[in-house]
């Protein structure tokens, strides 16, 4: 059975920075593209970054880029989201959800999610 | 950036009434859309991908279609449990965009 655990989130300042973590179990993070997705308070759905099964290709919403870096480590099985320079507009859920069997752009299992606060 | 065009916002719906649900795409996304369910206070879960292909234990009163940039999900018959907010997601292009949502509540 497919479980994709997050954690690490917390308050945190305006400008400050935090690190999300996603430990798997049941797949092996490797040979799945991976993706962060996150959800403001009572709003829709936003996908922030993926990283490929290879781990060769990473790439960000526009909202996060250069201010956020996606890795995972594999001999932990663990997927990473590294948050800097963070807005209030960044507080949300994150969750972090593996890419489909066949395309990984879309998301078969989904983390409980892990709530980010930026606020002073 | 795909733009997703979820309508309607919200959907007023009697229990064992079927409900239609749009999607449209600023641009063609081919086949290459999925949908969820989010029911309050829980984690989104995959419905269809492939505009037309249900995921792995999702019912058969869950049906999706359309190609290029106009997509419906179909809920035959709803059932208490289908009360939630549907979401639309295109992954063709960068960067990966969901629609607005539509809620459908009971009437």
């Known amino acids: 059975e497919v479980q994709l655990v997050e954690s690490g989130g917390g308050l945190v300042p305006p400008g400050g920075s935090l690190r999300l973590s996603c430990a798997a179990s049941?797949?092996?993070?490797?040979?799945?593209?991976m993706s962060w997705v996150r959800q403001s308070p009572g709003e829709g759905l936003e996908w922030v970054s993926v990283i490929s099964g290879s781990g060769t290709s990473t790439y960000y919403a526009d909202s996060v880029e250069g201010r956020f870096t996606i890795s995972r480590d594999n001999s932990k099985n663990t997927l990473f989201l590294q948050m800097n320079s963070l807005r209030v507009e960044d507080t949300a859920v994150y969750y972090c959800?593996?890419?489909?069997?066949?395309?990984?752009?879309?998301?078969?299992?989904w983390g409980q999610g892990a709530l980010v606060t930026v606020s002073s | 950036e795909v733009v997703l065009t979820q309508s309607p916002a919200t959907l007023s719906v009697s229990p064992g009434e079927g409900a239609t649900l749009s999607c449209r795409a600023s641009q063609s996304v081919i086949s290459n859309l999925a949908w969820y369910q989010q029911k309050p206070g829980q984690v989104p879960r995959l419905l269809i991908h492939g505009a037309s292909t249900r995921a792995t234990g999702i019912p058969a009163r869950f049906s999706g279609s359309g190609s290029g940039t106009e997509f419906t999900l179909t809920i035959s018959s709803l059932q208490s449990e289908d009360f939630a907010v549907y979401y639309c997601q295109q992954y063709y292009n960068w960067p990966l965009t969901f629609g607005g949502g539509t809620k459908v509540e009971i009437k």
């Open positions: 049941g797949l092996t993070l490797s040979n799945n593209a």
């Open positions: 959800a593996k890419g489909g069997y066949d395309n990984g752009g879309y998301f078969d299992y």
